[in-house]
């Protein structure tokens, strides 16, 4: 099933409301927003100046940097007291990145999740269990308005507590999972070690991943674990730009449809900022077209995919993005959250007893990813009592930090590589590419 | 009377004690008596020898995480009971020890090695109870 109209419009009804969109969303953000009117006329460029879709490359790029540098509300194109909801990612150091919504925006949010779980076979019948973690992070509330508005019936166990989360998917008869490829994995694997057979004794017929790399070899361990039958579709969204819910696989299996009458996408080069044309691949950059609360110009995602215009064989017409096929900055993806190697080095530059050198090691264990941090000790001491507080302080910066439990190895002084060029300080040692 | 001990951090990886007993050997640094004492992944060693400080100078050079501590060699008399009178004595005067290992010289004498919690209050302790300890150069 198709959700919104707007799904099928041809590309000349798709291009003319997005121009309208584009246009609307620029005056509004040169009149309300004083950073992006001070961004524009550094550019020289005015909301007039915009009279096609192509004169989007005329505007200046947004950064997750820009997100910092405005914390928390200065990108905001609407009184705070026009929120309904606030949001925030990790982030950085201290300064998580900030959304938020206005009811208009909640709407729109709902719409677009709505029409990916129709795009991977959802409907109002199916019980749907969400094993994301619900709080500040986007994705489960994201996927739960979306599926209530289709009809289907919530089931918000959240992360964690994998025997719990099985009993509810047996008892609860839940049809449809929503959960990071690995932890689908993950309680497969526990489903058998509590001696059911996933297949046969719980009866999940969709699944619905994000928030993670769905590569194809994951999907197929997921087909061997949940069952051929199973339909197994990967969505994509970043809190920036609203949460899950810019882009999603239909049952084609053939990229996945961008909502890009909310999202109007472009690939550019991420090291000259030149647009590439349509099929070329490069970093996706989004702008948001129809968002009051936050909406950002040339969001660059730092995710590198390409663009597909042709109509699809499902009968939606929205320009579909590739699996992604990495990043452009150094960004990892551990159990879902998102990591950055500065956050980390941030933590070990600020504990005085370590020594400024780090490597991060990222491994698999089962379905698991398991973080471990190799850091250099710094201080001369005769006394495990001290050695342990030194594990335990760095342990607990990175998990208020990054929201991830880390491993951290003390080593001794000199022992990790040093590099006299770019440095190669992350491990990765999943076999998931 | 207190003595130095070198103690190293040590990682639990292969070779890495023959690495500092290399330092040592090459260094002319005698080991009279040492403890290792791990965790999962590291551990301290800890070591009386006859030249705790070149001995630490050459391993801080060599690159190791090290240090002098002062510790009591405490003299144990070789009958039953020996050790227990000296914890009492630091128990009740209510010291705490933080790590004890045995010093092993020959002769009739025995020693342990003791890192109390107050270094002053121990030493007067011993003093008090005429309870012998050595310094490290009477090792030599």
Known sequence: MIWSKEETLTRAEMEALQLTRLQETVKRVYEKVPYYRAKMDEKGVKPEDIKTLSDLSKLPFTTKQDMRDTYPFGLFAVPQDDLVRIHASSGTTGKPTVVGYTRGDLETWTDCVSRIACMGGATSKDVAQICFGYGMFTGALGLHYGLEKIGAAIVPSSTGNSEKQLMYMKDFKTSLLVATPSYALRLAEVARQTGMDPKTDLGIKIALVGSELLTDAMREEMHLAWGRDVLITSNYGMSELMGPGVSGECLEHCGMH???????????????????????????????????????????TKDVTRLFYEPCACGRTTCRMENLSGRSDDMLKIRGVNVFPGQIEEVVLSIAELGPHYEIIVEREGYTDKLTVRVELNKETDSFAELQRIENATRNKLKVILGLDAKIRLESPNTLQRFEGKAKRIKDLRNVK | MVAKQITVFIENRTGRLGDILDVLKENGVNIISMSLSDTSDYGLLRVISDKPQEGKAALSAAGFSCMLSDVFIVKVPHEPGALQNILRVISDEALGVEYMYGLSVGGDEASIVVKTSDLEKANEVFEKHKIETLSDTDLH
Not at chain 1, 274 to 297: D, F, N, Q, R, S
Request: hydrophobic share 35%.
């Open chain 1, 258 to 300: 961008i909502n890009e009458d909310y999202f109007l996408p472009e690939i550019i080069d991420s090291e000259t900022g030149e647009v590439l044309p349509a099929g070329e691949k490069g970093e996706l950059v989004i702008t948001c077209i129809k968002k009051e609360g936050l909406p950002l110009i040339r969001y660059r």
